[in-house]
């Protein structure tokens, strides 16, 4: 009941930075969470930030803390993932993912996801 539509991927050089947006639809107000995801080719699916929807609380994977955020509009149903000081090994299919369960921020399960958007990062 939950589509979430992923934009603002895109190819930038080392160093620069890029804001992914994620639009939900459908029963948006069931979504406690959402988060973001990537994945490289050759590699395991990676976890990278999550947003409690009601309180804003947040949760960064080491390997992007201190570089991305993730962030939300509530009167837009979108979360964002700014992400500075990209790196190449940044390069990943970024996918937003939500979930409607009241799970712990940390949980790296959910409920539905996005179609994903490529973020390629250049040296």
């Known amino acids: 009941q939950v589509q979430l539509v992923e934009s603002g991927g895109g190819l930038v050089q080392a160093g620069g930075s890029l804001r992914l947006s994620c639009v939900a639809s459908?029963?948006?107000?069931?979504?406690?969470?959402m988060g973001w995801f990537r994945q490289a080719p050759g590699k395991e699916r990676e976890f990278v930030a999550a947003?409690?929807?009601?309180?804003?609380?947040?949760i960064h994977s080491e390997s992007v803390k201190g570089r991305f955020t993730i962030s939300r509009d509530n009167a837009k149903n979108t979360v964002f993932l700014q992400m500075n000081s990209l790196k190449p090994e940044d390069t990943a299919v970024y996918h937003c993912?939500?979930?409607?369960?009241?799970?712990?921020?940390?949980?790296?399960?959910?409920?539905?996801w996005g179609q994903g958007t490529q973020v390629t990062v250049s040296s």
């Open positions: 993912a939500a979930d409607s369960f009241q799970r712990p921020l940390s949980t790296i399960t959910f409920e539905y």
């Open positions: 947003i409690r929807w009601s309180t804003g609380s947040t």
């Open positions: 459908g029963h948006t107000f069931s979504s406690s969470r």
